[in-house]
């Protein structure tokens, strides 16, 4: 490793969080001194001062240590310090029967819209608890989203990482004894994600789908929305049909203030669930207004057919974003419309402005009275 890129109050609260014991008398020389948990006299020794020359050498040998002690890879420590001070949310793709170490590039973006949509649902859920968000676009939401990192994958499944700084508030009162911390939005926003998910999962074992929609309907403050449902029915890989799991982990640093949230881990979704979370998420499906506007969209697939005229002609699904949202909806476009959609198309990703009837059903949406179709920007 020629250079260390994590700093060294990092270093310092990682091993703290482990039950590392900071030796406060070597602070006057400029140095963080830590005994191990242990007490077999292993000692992290690393200057205060990470722009100094000598931090490089005497921080990697201290993480050195931390993987021998651990039994860990040293990317596997760097990585963990590197997110101390983090809340982190996976979404793992796995095979019990292969190897998974890739997706296609569609369906990563693809997850990573879905997770967007997840975090955005969970942050106005804690705002405004409802079962149908018509905007995702409160501030609080929209300020998480901004402040979440998109971290490394990992080997052996394919594993997209979003880490959010764990940042923590205080109550505007203080207690008898002291200051009365409160648990970050942030936090509570991922905590959302976590009993939601439990929640579908049961649902679906118990086969209690029309219960869970009636008593999250009368509830004055519901969990579950229509938005979060969307969400993970959308993080299924639909092309291998492969089952995910969210993995939670809480700031190693925010252990040292509050308690880790009593909550599972990791939360497995079997691809054979896929449908029952689409009926799920179809109980709260509310009645939309048709819209008639001017939609941005990119075209996904191209299902048309020769006509007479010997041009192609048909209909074109697309996916439109309206107001923080990814809308599949389909269009039966005429040979010259159909063309400009192809052109788009082979442009790998282009997008088009379509102005007409967007019609949003439980099952499918459709655009119809098109009045004008071209390329963004034409």
């Not at 406060?24 to 006299?41: C, I, R, W």
């Not at 998480?144 to 880490?163: M, Q």
């Not at 040292?256 to 054979?272: M, V, Y």
Request: aromatic residues 8%; charged residues 25%; negative net charge.
């Amino acid at each position: 490793m020629d250079n260390l890129d994590i700093k060294a109050l990092e270093v310092r609260d990682y091993a703290i969080s482990q039950g590392w014991v900071l030796i406060k008398e070597a602070l006057k020389d400029g140095l963080f001194v830590l005994n191990s948990p242990t007490g077999d006299f292993t000692q992290l020794i690393f200057p205060k001062d990470d722009s100094i020359s000598e931090y490089q050498e005497m921080a990697i040998v201290s993480l050195r240590r931390l993987t021998e002690f651990y039994k860990l890879p040293l990317n596997k420590v760097v990585e963990d310090i590197r997110e101390v001070y983090d809340d982190v949310i996976a979404l793992r793709y796995f095979s019990d029967s292969k190897t998974v170490n890739s997706i296609s590039f569609q369906e990563a973006l693809d997850s990573i819209d879905a997770t967007k949509q997840m975090l955005l649902s969970a942050a106005s859920t804690i705002v405004n608890p409802v079962t149908f968000h018509p905007k995702l676009n409160r501030a609080e939401a929209q300020d998480l989203i901004k402040k979440a990192r998109f971290r490394h994958t990992e080997e052996g499944s394919f594993i997209l990482k979003v880490s959010i700084p764990f940042e923590l508030t205080h109550a505007p009162v203080t207690s008898l004894f002291g200051e009365v911390l409160e648990t970050p939005f942030t936090r509570k926003a991922i905590e959302v994600v976590s009993k939601s998910s439990s929640i579908l999962l049961d649902t679906i074992e118990s086969d209690s789908i029309k219960e869970l929609y009636q008593n999250q309907s009368t509830d004055e403050q519901p969990l579950i929305s229509y938005n979060f449902c969307d969400a993970v029915s959308k993080l299924f890989d639909e092309e291998r049909e492969l089952p995910f799991q969210l993995i939670f982990n809480w700031s190693r640093a925010s252990m040292l203030k509050l308690p880790s949230p009593s909550l599972p881990q990791r939360i497995t979704f079997p691809f054979s669930h896929k449908n029952k979370i689409e009926e799920i998420r179809d109980y709260f499906t509310p009645k939309r207004s048709d819209l008639q506007d001017d939609f941005i969209a990119t075209v996904e697939t191209l299902d048309g057919t020769i006509g007479e005229d010997g041009k192609r002609l048909g209909v074109v699904a697309l996916s439109i974003l309206y107001e923080n949202e990814i809308i599949k909806a389909r269009v039966n476009l005429n040979s010259e419309a159909y063309a400009v959609a192809v052109d788009a198309h082979k442009k790998g990703g282009a997008y088009v402005e379509v102005n007409g009837l967007l019609k949003r059903n439980k099952r499918s949406n459709t655009i119809e009275n098109i009045k004008s179709f071209k390329l963004r920007g034409s």
